[in-house]
């Protein structure tokens, strides 16, 4: 790299532009630079494009960490529109999107294409009449669904649609086509095109040898022109990989690994060659989790297919042959791979079927994975339980269902639950916010809420980063149990626990950043906890539950209660042990905040990674805390450390109660154990319940059910015999 130019000389178009990180498969991002000069072009050619003028409001939907937000950005600045800004909101349901963009007096949105599919999927004559003043929508970023374009332009005829394609080695978007409105070159019946290059792209369709192939022959599409990125940053043998120099003609290009079609002058995308699938906007090799598989000692053989639910969603279907047990490979496959690539489904054969050829027969497993039983609903299942199953049967697949179903445990994400609160919206006729799925996410969860009149609304509904989260609502004569949070500072953890708990109040104390900051040591964060302790419950006898670092606040909020001379009922600890046994541990670092919030999103793939790219992988659009934004990310992680650095200094008050230990047998080395505990308990007994995970997998759906079976009967005593004879006859 050479310096800038001075004075007033001119910006050469090789001088970087921008940097931005892709998420590969393995959930190692490639950083991307992109000159000046490609997207100088780029900017100009959307004129011709989009036609977007000083009349024009575009809304900017993408967070500025992706290309798209430059599209949004510079289409909209350097042509004279207004640009308008998204809140977090506006992603509540389909109704406040559409309702937000009429107030805002949106005329061009620019959608990822998976979040259009809800939007379209939703569309009725009420949201078109909201979205009448938008004259062009842009789409991009996965395969539209033909389906969803005939019920768009059903309801926009005369609307623009922007079929985009394009990898951000090519600088935001490469071709173009339109399929929706006066001009589209899409029929129904017919595949769906990417269109033509734009300008300053040129588009070609190579064979294995970077040849062309025929016109009407599909092979590798490969970019060329100007619009190309300079290289992947600090990685110069991937970018002599992808970058590439034509045999014929001798021009730089891009091979994009994409397989496509041209046929009458339009460009047609094919699937991957290397079956890559893209699931919540991260590309994911079956190959690369099937490698992670056969690395594990009880798998033989592993094969993983991909399949595509009517709703549109892709997901994953893993078969193995061996004594494995699924729970346990999924265990170790999150401290590999992103959330993305573990599989929603597991099937455990004694031998995988083979073709002809002896290869596995991957067809024989999709068929298979296709036949897999439909559930029986429960019996106990009313109308609306069928209607909530039906919907996330449509989203996920034929998938097993009970009224204990957690969505997110059967292959649910983020994307999956727009999909399906907007799916619920439109069935229910009310407002269903994804935030509520997010809150209850089991059937018997949901269709409580759902049942409770003007429980929620999207407004004034306390978010999931709120000092409260309010888990679940109990009954008659049971027990509240309040949870307080691990290092990550959020009680998300404990929402299973209502599967095991449906008669208890469960909440959920989490981080509270002002409170963290203004502690002077872990003594005075205690003091806060039991503040907001007894403002939930004045008197005891209290109930209370930790994680990790949460053991240890609610190790101090119990001993301090007890000083006090209020009853403690329950002291439970899931794998917790006091300060002095990390005494002997480096100081955590910044870095350590940032991976351990990185863990929520299923992501352990972090050892080697900056400060800065954790930070960035923190805000990608399908990671739960790009809701903060950047300044109260930053907020958050700075809270998250000082709280782990005051834990590190502290000292263990005595507790003489009975102390409940669930213990995590997977233990790293140099991790306490129980024993730790003896010394800050004199005369207290100690109660220790082994569970065959490690420490990160106490939450696991297994360990979770054991956690929740003993607090059954530890609340079911604590509440009276009216309760233990429910409990009883359940």
């Not at 004129?47 to 939907?61: C, E, K, N, S, W």
């Not at 589209?184 to 033509?196: D, K, L, R, S």
């Not at 972090?606 to 659009?621: C, E, G, H, M, P």
Request: hydrophobic letters at 45%.
């Amino acid at each position: 790299m050479q310096p800038a130019p001075a004075g007033d000389e001119p910006v050469p178009d090789w001088l970087p532009a921008y940097l931005l990180y892709t998420s590969g498969s393995t959930g190692r991002p490639n950083g991307v630079l992109t000159g000046r000069g490609a997207l100088g072009q780029f900017v100009a050619s959307t004129r011709d494009l989009y036609r977007i003028g000083p009349g024009d409001r575009v809304l900017q939907f993408a967070p500025l960490h992706f290309d798209a937000s430059f599209e949004e950005i510079f289409a909209a600045l350097c042509h004279g529109a207004t640009l308008v800004l998204r809140d977090d909101a506006m992603l509540d349901s389909v109704d406040t999107f559409t309702a937000e963009v009429e107030r805002r007096g949106i005329t061009v949105l620019d959608l990822p294409t998976a979040y259009w599919h809800v939007l379209a999927h939703a569309l009725d004559a009420h949201h078109a009449r909201r979205l009448e003043r938008v004259r062009l929508t842009i789409i991009g970023g996965e395969a539209a669904l033909p389906e969803r374009i005939r019920r768009w332009h059903a309801h926009l005829p005369d609307q623009v649609l922007l079929n985009t394609y394009g990898p951000t080695e090519a600088t935001i978007i490469a071709t173009v086509a339109c399929v929706g409105g006066p001009q589209a070159v899409w029929q129904e019946g017919e595949p769906v095109p990417i269109g033509t290059p734009r300008a300053g792209v040129d588009a070609c369709i190579v064979d294995e040898r970077a040849y062309p192939v025929a016109v009407g022959r599909t092979g590798e599409l490969v970019l060329c022109g100007d619009g190309l990125a300079l290289a992947y940053a600090g990685n110069p043998a991937l970018t002599a990989e992808r970058f590439v120099t034509l045999p014929r003609g001798g021009q730089r290009a891009y091979r994009t690994g994409d397989l496509a079609t041209l046929r009458d002058g339009r460009l047609y995308f094919d699937g991957r060659i290397d079956h890559e699938v893209k699931i919540s906007g991260v590309r994911i090799d079956p190959r690369e989790i099937e490698d992670a598989l056969l690395r594990e000692p009880d798998v033989r053989e592993a094969a993983v297919v991909a399949s595509r639910s009517g709703a549109g969603t892709v997901t994953l279907a893993a078969f193995v042959a061996g004594p494995a047990e699924p729970a346990a490979l999924r265990m170790q496959l999150a401290q590999r791979l992103p959330a993305a690539a573990i599989p929603d489904r597991w099937h455990v054969l004694e031998r995988l079927p083979r073709n002809a050829n002896g290869k596995i027969d991957r067809n024989a497993l999709q068929r298979a994975d296709a036949r897999r039983d439909d559930a029986t609903d429960d019996p106990r299942a009313g109308a609306l339980e069928r209607q909530v199953m039906a919907v996330w049967r449509n989203v996920l697949g034929d998938v097993a269902l009970t009224p204990d179903a957690n969505f997110f445990d059967i292959g649910g994400k983020s994307l999956q639950a727009m999909q399906a609160s907007a799916r619920l919206a439109a069935e229910l006729g009310r407002d269903v916010p994804v935030s509520m799925l997010f809150r209850h996410p089991t059937i018997a969860m949901l269709t409580a809420a759902l049942r409770t009149p003007l429980a929620y609304r999207p407004r004034t509904e306390r978010n999931a980063f709120a000092a409260h989260l309010a888990i679940q609502s109990g009954s008659g004569a049971a027990r509240r149990l309040i949870c307080i949070h691990p290092a990550d500072g959020l009680a998300w953890s404990y929402l299973r626990l209502a599967a095991y708990l449906p008669d208890a109040t469960i909440d959920g104390l989490q981080l509270s950043v002002d409170d963290t900051r203004d502690a002077a040591d872990f003594d005075a964060l205690v003091r806060t906890y039991v503040r907001r302790v007894r403002a939930l419950q004045p008197d005891g006898p209290y109930h209370l539950l930790g994680w990790s670092l949460g053991g240890a606040l609610a190790h101090g909020v119990a001993a301090a209660l007890a000083r006090d001379g209020d009853a403690v009922g329950t002291l439970a600890l899931m794998d917790s042990y006091p300060s002095s046994a990390w005494t002997a541990q480096p100081m955590p670092a910044c870095a350590d905040a940032l991976r351990i919030l990185l863990t929520v999103n299923g992501d352990f793939d972090t050892a080697d990674l900056s400060d800065t790219v954790l930070r960035q992988r923190l805000l990608r659009a399908n990671s739960p805390f790009a809701a903060l934004g950047g300044a109260g990310l930053d907020a958050f992680v700075a809270a998250t450390l000082r709280q782990m650095r005051l834990f590190r200094d502290a000292s263990t008050p005595r507790y003489d109660g009975e102390l409940l230990l669930f213990n995590a047998t997977r233990k790293r080395q140099g991790i306490p154990t129980p024993e730790s505990w003896h010394a800050h308990r004199p005369s207290g007994t100690l109660t220790c319940h082994a569970l065959d995970c490690s420490h990160d997998g106490m939450s696991d759906p297994e360990p979770m059910a054991a956690i929740g079976a003993v607090l059954t009967e530890r609340l079911a005593a604590a509440a009276g015999p009216d309760l233990q004879s429910r409990n009883s006859n359940r």
